[in-house]
């Protein structure tokens, strides 16, 4: 047996057993509209006028809610002027002190300003239905960290081609959301675009500090507590939740292209082995068909990617042809993660952070890997 073949084979059966996990997935979040408790929810903000609009219109009609507050983090575009329009509690971040990424930054501040119990923390993007946050309240009863995973927005077959693509690779490395048990704290992934958790709890073991120079600081957070004992859920929210995240197929390919491959929070052996899944299983049949000269192993293969994009089809508020046509951008999807694991960026936004040290694990309290 040639080489490539034993290794295609074992990639097959890692990424089958990891999908088979489906069938045993937690069921999606239910709206509740009591919540037994107080709400917060921060919204972090950098030149976000121009999408915070709708997320503040909806977070207030939520009757679990409290108070909202948008952490505006050193915007140039009015957005502090926006959220103050809509209602929203403004707090303007302070200079961001060094070996602080500036997401973290907003998020340890807008929890200090926080008075609810618990506190949910939303991205600007992001389009809240009313029962979310009871739903996450009432969670919190079994998990100490919460994160939702939504319905994404997408303009055009290609945008969400290209994204059903990207979306493919997470489900193949981690396997389906909601998991009925934890994974182990190295495996354990999270959404940062929506989170929650208990206010005393989070600022006791100072959390977004644990994570404060990470640029996928969800993933690390997530990481990091759970390495703590926490027990973290990653919950279907896609009829609660709903993000638009990408103004653009250019903006898709080169922001969450650049934080897909999780490369501040994964050691080089785990990265390695996880690019050489979405190669052998998701890239190299799709380049084989195109030559003509697909193996049985590869048409097995994009019959199962292809089940994939049709259970991908409820993670989108319209589902199209984007969603059955992504597995031919595999390839390309595996080039950005690979190119991205290799040439690392650590700039949004016009800030650029300095690079990490430390194999993917989270500064200590009092500490920066940054410096």
């Known amino acids: ?63 679990a809610v409290t108070e909202v507050i948008v952490v505006d983090d050193g915007s140039r575009d ?21 070996g602080w990424v500036g997401k973290q930054w907003a998020l340890h501040q807008g929890m200090a300003a926080a008075a609810g119990e618990v506190v949910v923390t939303l991205d600007a993007d992001a389009r809240p239905a009313p029962g979310l946050f009871g739903a996450l309240a009432a969670a919190l009863e079994r998990y100490d960290l919460v994160s939702a995973g939504p319905r994404f927005v997408c303009d055009g077959v290609l945008e969400q081609a290209l994204h059903a693509s990207m979306l493919a690779t997470l489900v193949y490395r981690f396997g389906p959301i909601g998991p009925p048990s934890p994974p182990p704290p190295r495996r354990v992934v999270a959404n940062g675009q929506c989170m929650a958790f208990r206010r005393a709890r989070m600022a006791e073991v100072e959390g977004f500090a644990l994570v404060r120079d990470r640029m996928t600081d969800d993933v690390a957070l997530a990481r990091c507590l759970a390495g703590q004992g926490w027990t973290v859920g990653f919950l279907d929210a896609g009829g609660l939740l709903e993000v638009d995240m990408h103004d653009s197929v250019r903006e898709l390919w080169r922001e969450w292209g650049r934080s897909l491959p999780l490369r501040d929070v994964t050691g080089p052996g785990r990265q390695a082995a996880d690019l050489a899944v979405l190669w052998l299983t998701g890239a190299l049949p799709v380049l084989r068909l195109a030559a003509g000269r ?61 690079r990490v040290s430390g194999g993917g694990r989270p500064a200590r309290p009092g500490r920066s890997a940054a410096r």
């Not at 990424?15 to 408790?37: E, F, S, W």
């Open 1 to 63: 047996m040639r080489p490539l073949t034993a290794a295609q084979i074992v990639a097959a059966a890692v990424v089958a057993a990891r999908l088979a996990r489906g069938r045993r997935r937690l069921p999606r979040l239910r709206p509740r509209l009591d919540a037994g408790t107080t709400i917060s929810v921060v919204i972090p903000a950098r030149d976000e006028a121009a999408r915070i609009g709708p997320c503040l219109r909806a977070v207030p009609a939520a009757p």
């Open 78 to 98: 009015g957005t502090a002027r926006v959220a103050a329009s809509l209602g929203a509690k403004v707090v303007t971040a302070g200079p961001l002190p060094p």
């Open 294 to 354: 697909p193996a049985a192993l590869d048409v097995a293969l994009l019959g199962m990617r292809l089940l994939l994009a049709r259970a991908l089809r409820g993670s989108y508020r319209e589902p199209g042809a984007g969603v059955l046509l992504s597995p031919l951008l595999d390839p390309a999807s595996a080039f950005r993660l690979t190119q991205a694991t290799l040439r690392p960026v650590r700039a949004w936004r016009g800030r650029t952070y300095p």
